[in-house]
Each structure stands twice: as C-alpha cells, then as structure tokens.
C-alpha cells in the first residue's frame, strides 16, 4: 500500500490548512522536510539567509494578510536564532505557526550535536509549544497549533520535530484518516462580560462630559473595525490610538487626535490626560503609553474591553473590564441609548512639529511619501527614531497598511517583515523605511529582493547614529554619546548594487522629488537619505514620566 513519510504530511497538512507560503532555512534536522519541499506542489518557499529573517517575513505576511505567517527552521542555533522574531510576534499578538526541526528522539536530553531545548526557550513567548514523538500526532498537533496561532488573541505557536519522526512512514489512507479528523474546541479565551457590564457602560458613558477613546491592534485582530467607527460616528466621542492601532482612523477623520504614549501627539496625550472617562479597547496599557502609572490619566474612569483577561488589571487597575471579544461587546453597545453630544478637541490641542519643511530631514521625506501613499500602499518600519517619525507624519490610509514592531522594539525587523508583507501582498506596493543601525542587523535579506524579483523600496533614513539611544543620550545622559555615532557606514547604494538592487544617494532637500518616481516603479530600489543626527523626534514623555513631562513639541 501507498505510504506516507512525516516530512511530506507535515507539507500535505501545511496544504490542507491553505498554507501558501512558508519561509524558511535548510540544515541537518530538517533534510526530509526539505528533500520533500524539492517537488512538492502548492506550497511556495521562500530561502531566507538567516533564520531571524525566516521569522520576521513570516511576521511581516501574517501582519498584512491577516492570516498566520509560517517558518521553518533546522535544529539547535537553526530554533534559537528564531527566539527574537517569536518573542517580537508575542508581544504585538501576531499569529505565527514556527515549525523546528529537532535531533532523533533516541538522541534528546544527551546534548546531542546541534540539540537545544527549543520548548522551554520559547514556552514563554507562545501560545503554546508542541514536540512531536509519534508520526500520527502530526496532523493533529499542526492542524491545533495552526487554529490555536489565530484563536482568540493571535500569538505565535512552535511544533518541534524529530528528524526520525519526519523519515518515519505510514499508510497513506491512515494519513488522509488524521488528516480529516476534527480537532478539539479551542475555549483559550472565554467571554466573562454580562449584561449588567454593557448597561453599566451605559452609564459610565452617558453620565461623563469629556470621554476619550483608545483603539489598539485588539481592534484590528477582533475584525470590530466597522463597529468601533460606528461607535465614533454615533457619538462624536474623541479618538486616539496605541501604535498597534494606526489605520483604524486616519487624519481625515475629525475627531481622531493620533497616536498617544511616549512620543505620542501633543493633542492626544493631552486629550488623555484631561479626559473624565477613558474608553480602551484591544489595548494593554504598556509602559510606553502610560509612564506614571499613579498620573496616568488621573480624573477619569477607566473602562477596558479585552479578550485576554491576563491584561486586566495587570498594569492599570480600571473601574469596568468587560472581558469578551471586542466585536461581540461592540455589537451590543450600538443597541444602547447613548448620548452624542461631544464637542471634538482636535482644533484646540493641535500643535505643530518643530522640524522645517524646507531641509532634508524624517519629516520632508515623509511629507513626500504622503504625497503618493494610497491604498496601493504598504508601509513597513524598523524600529527607532524613524519609527516613530513614520507613526507620527505618516498619513496612514487604511488598516493594515502600517506594520511595526511595537512591544519588543526589535531592530533588524524591517526588511525581512518587508519582504513577507511583498510576498503576501503582490499586487501592493511596499515601502521599508530603515534607519542605519537597524538595516545593518538583516541586511543580509536583500538578495531575497533580487532572487525573488520582489519590487520593495528601501528608504534608509541615513543619520549616522543610532538616533534613538543617541537622543537618550542627549537628554538624559549629558550628551554622554557612548558608542551611538556610526562613523564608519558602508556605503548603502553600493551594498544594494552588489546584491542586484539599483540605488541611489539623496543628501538634499530638492531632490526629495525623485522618491515619487523610485516608489511607482516595478523593480526593487534603495535610496540612502543622508540626514543630520542633530534631528531629534519630538515630543517625548520620558519613561516613568507623566504627560506633565513632555519635552520638546510645545
């Protein structure tokens, strides 16, 4: 009879779960899978030139097409080195289904060549984490960990396989048995809320004068968009945004005040700090928006909506959690009588950045980019300075249209999530803005631009430091700049010409123009912006600090 091995139903299962697009790095401990992937039709593969990169596009595809991003990887440092683009997908609830390739069964906990304990490296930045030990667990155990990476809250869900396991066979109609077998209930995340919360949100709601919404990426995973604008519409209540929430409101929408925290908009700090009711949904108070935990929006009641009951109460303590799904809660809101009489602040609290139009610097260059993004766009960032410029200026269209790295703050993520947001998105236009420090972490990913044919653009906010801890430096330290100047770059366009990908030097502010032209284009393109480190990103609240703080941007 027809028989099966591991390494093929671990690619039939991919399959079946409609698995298109899996990136990833051969080794020793994944030979089979590989050996299997060599003619194997419906699954496209993408060869990344570091594990870290694997993880950050399977990141960067989940974030822009909304379903679970895949990697793969071989045993011991092939596992380890994808801990940081798993920890950066835990912490901003990205689905992620990392597939590991494990030394034989008869060889584990002897420190066997390449062999590490991936499970309990990464136990605590999963979801939950799987090793394999029998061939008939496979279908089952990747078919969970693949629902379980997208139920409830999104998060990243690792499988371990031996490398016996994936040689092993079976008969293929005991295969296409597993295969079709349903998997348990997923109950990770059981509403609690009931109706005395939703009525008790109707009084908290209509007895206050300066409401203020938050909206953070909850929003976005729980698919709420279109009820959160109704909400907003219906009662003209202001609006402000966590990182992870940018593009649920544009600049368009009159009552939207912009991104808060720590280098958040004047206007929607203030309009937090002055509220009488703050209204958060799909958000987790981080310590980047509320700094003081004691000043933090200190006149106002707080109502939190949130799915994961682990966030409630974890880092502010709030007078209404009503913990469920956001669209359920949402839909049964909009059934209630409430009051629209909300005047929007916008107009008052409005304030200008303190950088010129009119020289070369993070603002002018998106001004520009502002010119052209539409919905054709995809924006990506690394983290930094640039970072948080873009979350400021950018004109954001739509949701889903602006992928960072929020909670872990992971430099070197760009351009690998670039290219996955490429590969999942082709029929868009993809954008990476980059600084110096962060480019050089992955910028061994650029080959896969050429040797894909994927038409990213590369804009390097080129400032000679690492702006972000250069600017701490700056303010906190004395001006004490310790190991932050990047004295000896290499030259950019170069580099992008030896991996196969034009570019040029733009170090004037008439020139800014040509980035119109570079972004419409069918073909990779790198452009090193040569900018000053004297441009710091105002304003910002430093950490501990309350919105009483702020410096710069008054």
Same mark, same amino acid.
């Given at each position: 009879m027809e028989k099966i091995s591991g390494a093929k139903i671990v690619l039939e299962t991919l399959k079946y779960l409609g698995v298109q697009d899996i990136f990833g790095y051969p080794g020793g401990a994944v030979i089979p899978i590989y050996d299997a992937l060599y003619d194997f039709e419906g699954i496209n593969h993408y060869m990344a030139r570091h594990e870290q990169g694997a993880v950050h596009s399977a990141d960067g595809y989940a974030r822009t097409k909304r379903v679970p991003g895949v990697c793969l990887a071989t045993s011991g440092p092939g596992a380890t080195n994808l801990v940081t683009g798993i920890m950066t997908a835990h912490m901003d609830s990205i689905p992620l289904l990392v597939i590991t390739g494990q030394v034989s069964t008869s060889f584990l906990g002897k420190d066997s060549f390449q062999e590490s304990d991936i499970l309990?490296?990464?136990?605590?930045?999963?979801?939950?984490?799987?090793?394999?030990?029998?061939?008939?667990?496979l279908?089952?155990?990747?078919?969970?960990?693949?629902? *379980?990476?997208?139920?409830?809250?999104?998060?990243?869900?690792?499988?371990?396989?031996?490398k016996n396991i994936q040689e092993e066979k079976i008969e293929y109609t005991l295969f296409k048995k597993l295969l079709n077998e349903k998997i348990g209930e997923i109950n990770k995340f059981k509403p609690s809320y009931k109706n005395t919360h939703i009525l008790e949100f109707e009084n908290y709601f209509n007895t206050s004068k300066k409401p203020v919404l938050v909206v953070g990426g909850g929003v976005l995973n729980s698919g709420c968009i279109k009820e959160v604008?109704?909400?907003?519409?219906?009662?003209?209540?202001?609006?402000?945004?966590?990182?992870?929430?940018?593009?649920?409101?544009?600049?368009?929408?009159?009552?939207?005040?912009?991104?808060?925290?720590?280098?958040?908009?004047?206007?929607?700090?203030?309009?937090?700090?002055?509220?009488?009711?703050l209204i958060c949904i799909g958000m987790r108070f981080d310590d980047r928006i509320i700094g003081d935990k004691t000043k933090f929006s200190p006149n106002s009641k707080k109502i939190h909506i949130e799915l994961d009951r682990a966030e409630v109460n974890k880092n502010i303590v709030v007078d209404l959690p009503i913990i469920g799904d956001a669209k359920d809660i949402l839909e049964k809101i909009l059934l209630l009588n409430l009051k629209s009489n909300f005047i929007y602040w916008r107009d008052s609290f409005r304030v200008e950045n303190v950088l010129e139009k009119k020289s070369l610097n993070q603002i002018a260059a998106l001004n520009i980019l502002n010119e052209v993004l539409d919905e054709r766009y995809i924006v990506v960032t690394d983290v930094g300075q640039h970072q948080m410029f873009t979350a400021q200026h950018l004109d954001i269209k739509k949701p889903f249209q602006f992928c960072t790295s929020g909670g872990a703050g992971t430099m070197g993520y760009g351009l690998p999530a670039?290219?996955?947001?490429?590969?999942? @998105?082709?029929?868009?236009?993809?954008?990476?803005?980059?600084?110096?420090?962060?480019?050089?972490?992955?910028?061994?990913? *650029?080959?896969l631009l050429a040797q894909y044919n994927l038409?990213?653009?590369?804009?390097?906010?080129?400032?000679?430091?690492?702006?972000?801890?250069?600017?701490?430096?700056?303010?906190?330290?004395?001006?004490?700049?310790?190991?932050?100047?990047?004295?000896?770059?290499?030259?950019?366009v170069k580099l992008g010409n030896a991996h196969f990908i034009e570019g040029e030097k733009i170090d004037n502010?008439? @020139?800014?123009?040509?980035?119109?032209?570079?972004?419409? @284009?069918?073909?990779?393109?790198l452009?090193?912006?040569?900018?000053?480190?004297?441009?710091?990103v105002y304003p910002i609240i430093p950490a501990g600090k309350s919105y009483e703080h702020t410096i710069g941007g008054k």
């Open positions: 309990g490296i990464t136990s605590p930045v999963t979801k939950n984490n799987y090793l394999v030990r029998e061939i008939c667990e279908p089952e155990i990747l078919k969970e960990a693949y629902m *379980l990476s997208k139920h409830g809250r999104p998060g990243p869900v690792l499988v371990d396989i031996p604008r109704e909400f907003v519409s219906r009662t003209k209540i202001p609006v402000v945004s966590t990182l992870m929430g940018l593009g649920i409101f544009t600049k368009e929408d009159k009552g939207y005040l912009g991104m808060i925290g720590m280098h958040g908009l004047i206007e929607a700090n203030r309009a937090v700090d002055e509220c009488d009711l670039a290219i996955g947001a490429q590969v999942a @998105n082709q029929d868009k236009k993809v954008v990476v803005i980059v600084g110096d420090g962060g480019f050089q972490m992955n910028q061994q990913e *650029l080959i038409p990213v653009k590369i804009l390097i906010f080129n400032n000679g430091a690492l702006g972000m801890v250069k600017q701490w430096q700056e303010l906190f330290n004395n001006k004490r700049y310790s190991s932050v100047i990047l004295d000896m770059n290499p030259d950019f502010f008439n @020139n800014l123009e040509k980035i119109k032209d570079i972004l419409e @284009n069918d073909k990779p393109y452009i090193d912006l040569q900018m000053s480190y004297e441009h710091n």
